[in-house]
């Protein structure tokens, strides 16, 4: 039986095959590549290290083993090379914000959702995981919805297309929660149904409230465990340990420092609130999300030691993202905050680099400065910047080669890397579009549906 | 096994005698001849029956070229080539006859009156939008749509039509299930035939968990995560009252007394005793989900539906998770746009599924067969057929239809195979199961033999053609509902085909024409369930008219056309 899983498929191109590039579900990690590969003599923006024109980059094994000028870049004899002449090679973009690859968004029922995870229900099968990937995209934050003061626990996923939902899974990543302020959690846009009353809270006084209260409990709770510790390490051989509370172990969690909370936001005025509840429990909200009015608290968040995750050039959709500046990312990168540029859409997702490069148009940045808002900061706010985001010696071998300047609409992604395996290739592309063209006509052969007369019955 | 309460003075008439009868044989473990001077409106049964000659696939052992069957009061007395046949007996010549094991539906409703589940517990299944009067569940603490209580064998209904429809195509046994809500409740296995306290074989047998949500928007859970999440905790909470209770027990002295929860203690019970957990999955990603929910909770897992088990049979097998697949094969459906291009993956489906059981067995899982959506047990026959083409031996699709389901199910020492001691549950055919021409000549339930009902048609040959689409328009006084058939008729006035539903598509069975009346049956999808639906009407021309009766329930007038005729 034909077996051979997508798209990127066994013997694409040879020399894909070459280097090992075998997507099937549940295989992925037993197939890395372990011959090395040179991307040899193309424009290499690291991200942390500035642009080294003319510039190689060496992996195996997944990881980058070497970068510099060519000159001095020695490859193996059995390597692959790869020619990079008048191509630009740039770290694997990083979505901070996505929602792509879920079977489920939303519980919405509860005001506090904090024991559903995202983790339960990755969907390995969503085609944008791969769509996002050929915008170069190589690691997301899929998170939970924004309809809970409270949300979910969220997913960190690299985009490694033809693994199975744990495969996908970012090994070793800090967890992560969604807390979201202003109009969705208080529902003043989502009409309830007749006869159903609405869920609490409607205003943003409810939504503190509702936060503030969750801690309370969590703190009792986290007393409660540790008074049980404490009995069962004096030798009380009666104790029984508390009831476990799912929504409550994550919350204990962010009170440790374990768990980041992301916290989706518009409002200048509730982004400080959420802060001083936040110090109230002695934690600290590692990231806000949308944050389109950071520009006017761009200080407090610093000193609260958040960071911040926007959109471009994309407001006005409600009321309360009316006040929101194309130059939000720049004002609070110049404030010293750690800033990235988000998605929240799987269309998006597919030119973050076009997204960075506005901040170059908006607001002054330079071109280290838009390329670091989606590979390096976003590595750093998910605390994951000692494994992603620049190309450095000994970080995963997650590239994108561009055909052209990437910093441009006129930028075009031609293979991107994740583990130093090929997960989309322009060429390989076009190939498998063939190869699902025959494999549809073979199936319909199989089942006897051969397409005649205008359709299959 | 569990013995049952007897209940007295049953609701149904028909019912009370076979319980005394029961009751009889187990209070005092008398041989029942004597309860054959008793008056009986019925004509008793022998207790005696010996099928001769026969050739005898037992499943367990190597198949019996020439043998005989001794049934003895309900039981399985002797198998064999050289067996003694008691002088009582009814002898019944077995020439030209196979007997085989009846076979075992392995998830199914039959003998539920459908949506009678659930009720109107705290969160319980609700409507559109978790209103009308069902409360809100505000999380866990409320155990949304968790009725594990709910006993399939308290609800079980002999009078379900279907019972008879699934014996004489060779089912006598079956795993049902209540199918409302998250935890749904506890599945029994059942013989398809008795009263109703006759039919259980073994109760609890398993306990039956879907991913569905609480309903609504307003009551938790209302996500899958939000499911998946609940059943965790469900799981906790369930392990800490069992610690909490075992505490008490020991030592109650400065301690709360426990509170009973009743969504709780069958939890426990299942946890406690390994009740076999059935949880639900056809794509490769849900497979995945339900095992890992079964390492999560401890629960012993079995997963069911299993349509892209082919991918990973291999890991299936290593798993140990026993896989119980639907034979209702996806199909591309019948309202798809014809133009539109149909996804890779729904290709893949569809053209693969059926290989999923040859797949099992080569990878050695452990695996048994289910009927899913399917109307009638001539369709699980054809479509078992469609895996054995796909590689299936012939031998491990009766196992997965027989000694399959009686392993996952803890009943294998009664049920399964035909081996002296087991419950009397066998068929007698006129040829290979497996062969479409194949008839179900007798069924024996628990060593009663039932005949093959009479086709309750006339007999006069058709005097019009039936074959091809008509569109038919049902008035109710609530709606109107229009529904397209798709029939073909043969020489004697058999009708089958389909018929689509804007609710569904369901396959036609007991069709018939006779003069230019017709008649014919579908298990139609109705809003989440299936109902029976009886048609019967007369042809004049290029029309026709009659009544569509709604599981005896009430009845509708009909017309309807040949579209686009002649046109």
Not at chain 1, 296 to 321: I, L, P
Not at chain 2, 398 to 407: F, S, V
Not at chain 2, 409 to 429: E, H, P
């Amino acid at each position: 039986m034909r077996s051979f899983k997508i798209q990127i498929g066994r013997g694409a191109v040879p020399w894909l095959a070459a280097i090992g590039l075998v997507v099937g579900p549940g295989t992925h990690r037993a197939t890395a590549q372990d011959q090395p590969v040179l991307i040899r003599n193309a424009t290499v923006m690291t991200a942390t290290n500035g642009t080294i024109q003319n510039g190689s980059v060496l992996f195996e094994d997944g990881r980058i083993t070497a970068v510099g000028p060519t000159a001095d870049v020695g490859a193996p004899g059995d390597a692959q090379v790869i020619d990079g002449t008048g191509k630009y090679v740039i770290p694997g973009i990083i979505d901070a914000h996505s929602h792509l690859a879920a079977d489920a968004i939303n519980e919405g029922s509860v005001a506090v959702s904090a024991m559903v995870s995202i983790m339960d229900v990755i969907d390995p099968t969503d085609v944008n995981i791969y769509r996002a990937a050929a915008g170069g995209v190589t690691v997301s934050h899929v998170m939970h919805g924004s309809a809970n003061p409270i949300g979910g626990q969220n997913a960190i996923i690299k985009h490694r297309w033809g693994a199975d939902a744990q495969g996908l899974l970012f090994e070793g990543a800090t967890p992560t929660i969604k807390f979201a302020l202003g109009e969705n959690p208080k529902r003043s846009n989502f009409g309830g149904a007749p006869g159903v009353e609405p869920r609490y809270p409607a205003t943003r006084m409810g939504v503190m409230d509702v936060i503030r209260q969750a801690f309370i409990d969590a703190t009792e709770y986290k007393a409660k465990w540790e008074d049980h510790d404490a009995r069962v390490a004096s030798g009380d051989r009666n104790a029984i340990p508390p009831q476990s509370d799912l929504k409550l172990d994550a919350l204990v969690e962010v009170l440790n420092g374990e768990r980041l909370v992301h916290s989706h936001c518009y409002r200048a005025d509730e982004i400080l609130q959420l802060m001083r509840v936040a110090e109230e429990f002695g934690f600290r909200i590692a990231v806000f999300q949308h944050v389109l009015e950071g520009y006017r608290v761009a200080d407090e968040m610093r000193e609260h030691g958040a960071m911040a995750s926007t959109f471009s050039d994309w407001w006005a959709y409600k009321v309360e993202a009316y006040e929101a500046i194309p130059y939000n990312a720049a004002i609070m990168t110049e404030r010293g905050l750690i800033v990235s540029l988000n998605s929240d859409s799987a269309e998006e997702v597919r030119h973050l680099n076009q997204e960075a490069a506005k901040t170059m148009k908006w607001g002054g940045m330079t071109e280290d400065q838009a390329l670091a808002m989606i590979t390096i900061n976003p590595a750093i706010q998910l605390r994951l910047d000692d494994r992603v985001g620049s190309i450095e010696v000994g970080k995963d071998a997650d590239l994108v080669i561009y055909d052209n300047y990437p910093l441009s609409s006129y930028a075009k992604v031609r293979t991107t890397f994740v583990d130093g395996e090929v997960v989309f290739d322009v060429d390989a592309d076009r190939q498998m579009r063939e190869a699902v063209a025959a494999e549809k006509a073979e199936l319909k052969g199989l089942l006897g549906e051969t397409e005649t007369e205008g359709g299959v019955r | 096994m569990k013995l049952h309460d007897v209940h007295h003075g049953s609701r149904r008439g028909r019912g009370t005698r076979g319980a005394g009868l029961a009751l009889a044989l187990l209070v005092a473990g008398l041989p029942a001849a004597a309860d054959a001077q008793q008056p009986s409106d019925t004509p008793q049964p022998p207790p005696f029956f010996a099928i001769q000659n026969a050739r005898i696939v037992t499943v367990s052992g190597p198949v019996i070229e020439s043998g005989t069957v001794v049934i003895s009061f309900g039981l399985i007395e002797a198998v064999g080539s050289n067996v003694l046949i008691p002088a009582e007996a009814w002898v019944i010549d077995g020439s030209g006859m196979t007997v085989y094991p009846g076979l075992f539906d392995g998830l199914s409703s039959l003998g539920l009156e459908q949506a009678q589940t659930g009720g109107d517990q705290a969160g319980g299944p609700g409507g559109v939008f978790g209103g009308g009067n069902q409360p809100i569940s505000e999380g866990p603490e409320d155990r949304p749509a968790t009725t594990p209580w709910v006993s399939a064998a308290d609800m079980l209904d002999p009078e379900d039509n279907r019972l008879a429809t699934w014996r004489e195509g060779g089912f006598t046994t079956a795993l049902t299930v209540p199918d409302e809500g998250i935890v749904t409740g506890q599945a029994a296995v059942i013989s398809l035939g008795g009263d109703a306290q006759e039919m259980i074989v073994k109760t609890p047998a398993a306990l039956h968990v879907t991913m569905n949500r609480a309903g609504g928007f307003r009551s938790f859970p209302s996500s899958l995560m939000g499911t998946i999440a609940y059943v965790k905790q469900l799981y906790a909470d369930a392990r800490h009252q069992s610690a909490y209770e075992a505490a008490y027990e020991a030592n109650p002295a400065g301690r709360a007394r426990p509170k009973y929860d009743r969504a709780l203690a069958p939890v426990q019970q299942s946890i406690a005793d390994g009740w076999p957990t059935v949880f639900l999955g056809n794509e490769v990603k849900e497979i995945r989900r339900a095992v890992k929910l079964g390492e999560d909770t401890g629960a012993r897992a079995v997963v069911a539906g299993a349509h892209e088990a082919y991918e990973i049979a291999d890991e299936l097998a290593a798993s140990g998770v026993p896989v119980l697949v639907n034979l209702d094969w996806p199909e591309r459906s019948r309202s798809a746009d014809p133009e539109a291009d149909e996804a890779l993956t729904s290709l893949r489906r569809r053209a693969y599924a059926p290989t999923t059981p040859a797949r099992l067995h080569a990878a050695g899982a452990t695996f048994a067969f289910y009927s899913g959506d399917l109307g009638s047990p001539r369709e699980v026959i054809e479509n078992v057929n469609v895996a054995i083409e796909k590689g299936l031996p012939a031998d491990a699709a009766l196992r997965a239809l027989t000694l399959g389901p009686a392993e996952i199910f803890g009943v294998a020492d009664r049920l399964g195979s035909i081996d002296a001691g087991k419950i009397a549950n066998l068929i007698v055919t006129d040829g290979d199961l497996f062969d479409e021409s194949t008839k179900v000549k007798m069924v024996f339930v628990d060593g009663r033999k039932f005949e093959e009902r009479e086709a309750e048609r006339p007999t006069a040959p058709p005097t019009v053609d039936m074959t091809g689409r008509w569109v038919l328009t049902i008035s109710t006084p609530r709606q109107t509902q229009e529904i397209t058939l798709d029939l073909e008729m043969s020489e004697d006035g058999t009708l089958t085909g389909d018929i689509t539903t804007d609710r569904g598509d369901a396959t036609i069975i007991d069709g018939w024409v006779s003069g230019d009346e017709f008649g014919f049956t579908a298990m139609q999808p109705m809003g989440g369930r299936t109902a029976e639906v009886v048609y019967t009407g007369t042809v004049e021309d290029t029309e026709v008219s009659g009544t569509a009766s709604f599981g005896g329930r009430f009845s509708s007038e009909f017309t309807g056309t040949r579209p686009g005729e002649g046109q």
